[in-house]
């Protein structure tokens, strides 16, 4: 539906004739460049912290290095490093062309990376010096907490510039987008705040339940399948299956998601009947997730080839069996009868990385996988190979991954339920964690593979190329 | 309104987002706003800690360097203060719960199952409900073992537990090996934990013979927690 709109659209494009590029494909570029920084220092930090569960870690006795900070970078540089960055980045490619219209400001945008970057770079130095905010992925230092907002709030402006002149009803993309601005400036202001300031005890956790599941579900999901409804019909060349259920999907995740914070701390001092309606308003998420990925599902019917030889369509496809596994596994872990076993165990663990890696970031690294070479110029690919070893080790590593946690995590609660000493469930779990540092390390390898490809394919484009023939390239699409 | 602007901005972004923040962040609010939430300097005003005052006998010219004097009400305050910060800072509460649930036999494990006003202070702002246990849990952790347990403990993890993946603090302590101010906060912190309960520092009922007459009847089975038998309790 994008296309249409976008090659028939041509009464709108006089709001072009101000003289300014539509779409800022070098800020694109950039985001996509810090992001993929962020990711590999991220997956390093989370490297290094395994380390740490095989009683082997290298940088022991330095207080810069200790452990427990740097799984606070480990999760915070995943969130506002890489996923943020690789957001604001396709946000700037498709927002605009979705809305024929540039975004509101040029130096605001450029501004805006700036300071994003600065926000996330004095995360990572708070972070590292010890003064983190108990507020899970929420620990941005308090200092740190109004600017990262007033970059939110800044983004929101930038982006709804566009979006709020355009006549008539959105595409699918816009409606997720615009919501998810809305939803992200609120979310960050409730988390970063009021446990901090206003409320304490039980009820604070209450309010941190809310913000570590609405970072996922009302910043993230939102502005992820916004992107997939944006490319898998560019790339398929064919329109949504079911506008139906484009709707249902979005309406039934703006309900139902923003009440299901509370199914981190069942069975905690906050009031029983608010843990029952967590857990039910989990479950409908579910169902309204079953109906979105048999749109995508149907989409994709007739089409099946692309998943072989289009490989930005396989990450996406591979991501969205990882979301229909993830928030399936999320509808029963969520219950009150697997919270008794499960809850802080690694099966928790493997679920988180689960869908921020194999969901969101397999839509990501598609999604730059598409762009990267239209971004810098290049014809192509340095060596598509590398990116099919991106993808693979990317995949098997996580696979291993998430199954490797999640019989860890079974393993573990059953044996504290079985009141076994405390040190039998650490030996216990010392293969799986073995296990976990090794299928990390075949992940950050694909990485390596991915980062060395996105370097070689800028080194070796055609002379003569540049921005010019990015956008050449970029309007040719 | 369900493809409009206004509709997406104002019911699905605005609408729905306050909806459910009003049933299930306010409302929990609401429902614990009026229980007293208590300050440091109003939890230090109760009494001084056995084992901070034992720091002091122990390491009487650091003590007195790092806190300005022996043992008051004061510098009890601030080092449970600084203690909790160390906590928050050093990512403690990623490893370790203060949450004792009722099921999966937790409360035969750590004792008493958490209550909601024993998270109505100070530093339980933002709460330590805690998300994921590779260590035990340590909302009844005070007492439980001795100050030399926790400073060999918080210097060489191994050293006391072999099977640990606790990473060793060696910066709590100054190159002598004594604990610094860190070091004696963040003893004084965990060993405040639980010291607010009936039951402290008897988590399972038993107490001293002596003194109290047992009077949980069958519940006396679990006086040793399983797997706790060596770990240093004081009698």
């Known amino acids: ?477 | 309104m369900f493809e409009t602007k206004s509709g997406v901005f104002a019911i699905a972004g605005l609408g729905f987002f306050v909806l459910a923040f009003l049933v299930m962040g306010l409302l929990p609010w609401l429902i614990y706003v009026d229980q007293p939430e208590l300050t440091v300097e109003q939890i230090a005003e109760q009494g001084l800690l056995h084992e901070f005052v034992e720091l002091h006998e122990r390491f009487p010219a650091e003590f007195e360097r790092y806190f300005g004097g022996p043992p008051t009400k004061e510098n009890f305050a601030a080092a449970l203060r600084r203690g909790h910060e160390v906590y928050v800072g050093e990512a403690c509460w990623h490893c370790h719960s203060q949450q004792v649930r009722p099921v999966s036999r937790e409360s035969e494990r750590w004792g008493p199952v958490s209550h909601a006003n024993e998270y109505q202070n100070e530093l339980q702002r933002p709460v330590l409900f805690g998300t994921r246990r590779v260590g035990p849990d340590l909302s009844r952790e005070g007492a439980r073992r001795t100050n030399d347990w926790h400073l060999a403990h918080f210097y060489n993890p191994m050293s006391v537990v072999p099977t640990t993946v606790m990473p060793a603090y060696t910066w709590f302590f100054d190159e002598r090996g004594y604990p610094n101010r860190d070091g004696m906060s963040i003893i004084t912190y965990v060993q405040w934990l639980g010291s607010w309960l009936p039951e402290y520092p008897y988590y399972y009922g038993e107490g001293p013979p002596q003194l109290t007459p047992p009077t949980r009847g069958a519940q006396d089975g679990v006086a040793q927690g399983p797997g706790r038998g060596d770990d240093g309790r004081e009698g």
């Open chain 1, 1 to 477: 539906m994008s296309v249409i709109t976008a090659s028939s659209g041509a009464m709108n494009v006089p709001a072009l004739a101000a003289g300014r590029a539509l779409i800022e494909t070098r800020l694109v570029w950039w985001y996509f460049a810090a992001s993929l920084t962020y990711m590999i220092v991220a997956m390093l930090a989370g490297f290094l912290f395994s380390l740490q569960f095989l009683q082997h870690y290298p940088l022991a006795g330095i207080e810069l290095f200790s452990p427990g900070r740097w799984r606070l970078v480990h999760t915070n540089g995943v969130a506002y490093g890489f996923i943020a960055n690789a957001f604001l980045g396709m946000l700037h490619w498709a927002v605009p062309r979705l809305t024929l219209r540039p975004v509101r400001g040029r130096g605001l945008s450029y501004f805006i990376f700036f300071a994003w970057q600065a926000v996330v770079l004095a995360t990572v130095v708070g972070l590292l010096t010890g003064q983190a905010q108990a507020v899970e992925w929420g620990e941005t230092p308090t200092w740190v907490d109004p600017v990262a907002l007033a970059g939110l709030i800044l983004v929101a402006v930038n982006f709804l510039h566009p979006i709020l002149q355009v006549q008539g009803p959105m595409y699918v993309t816009l409606w997720y987008y615009v919501a998810a601005f809305v939803w992200t400036v609120l979310v960050y202001a409730m988390g970063s705040f009021l446990p901090e300031y206003f409320v304490g005890g039980a009820a604070s956790g209450a309010i941190i339940g809310l913000f570590i599941h609405d970072l996922v579900g009302l910043f993230v999901t939102p502005l992820g399948w916004g992107m997939m409804y944006y490319f898998v019909p560019i790339l398929l060349k064919k329109p949504v299956w079911s506008h139906g259920l484009s709707l249902v999907g979005f309406w039934g995740l703006a309900f139902f998601y923003p009440l299901t914070g509370i199914h981190h701390f069942l069975y905690s001092p906050i009031p029983m009947f608010l843990q029952y309606g967590a857990v039910i308003s989990t479950i409908a998420v579910e169902l309204v997730v079953t109906t979105v990925i048999i749109n995508f599902f149907m989409t994709l019917r007739g089409r099946g080839d692309a998943l072989r030889t289009n490989l930005p369509i396989r990450w996406f496809y591979t991501g969205m069996v990882f979301y229909f596994t993830t928030c399936l596994q999320c509808a029963f872990q969520a219950t009150l009868t697997f919270q008794k076993i499960i809850h802080f165990t690694d099966w928790v663990v493997g679920h988180s990385h689960l869908v921020m890696f194999g969901v969101f970031g397999f839509w990501l690294l598609g999604m730059m996988t598409h762009l990267i070479p239209r971004l810098v110029g290049a014809g192509g690919w340095y060596r598509p190979s590398w990116n099919a070893w991106h993808y693979w080790l990317s995949t098997i590593g996580m696979l291993v991954m998430f199954f490797d946690l999640v019989i860890a995590g079974l393993i573990q609660g059953f044996q504290w339920r079985d009141l076994a000493p405390w040190e039998d469930s650490l030996v216990a779990s010392a293969p799986f964690w073995l296990t976990r540092a090794v299928s990390g390390t075949m992940i950050i390898i694909g990485q390596f593979f991915f980062a060395a490809n996105v370097v070689m394919t800028m080194l070796r484009r055609p002379v003569g190329s540049g921005e010019d023939s990015a956008d050449a390239a970029a309007a040719a699409i």
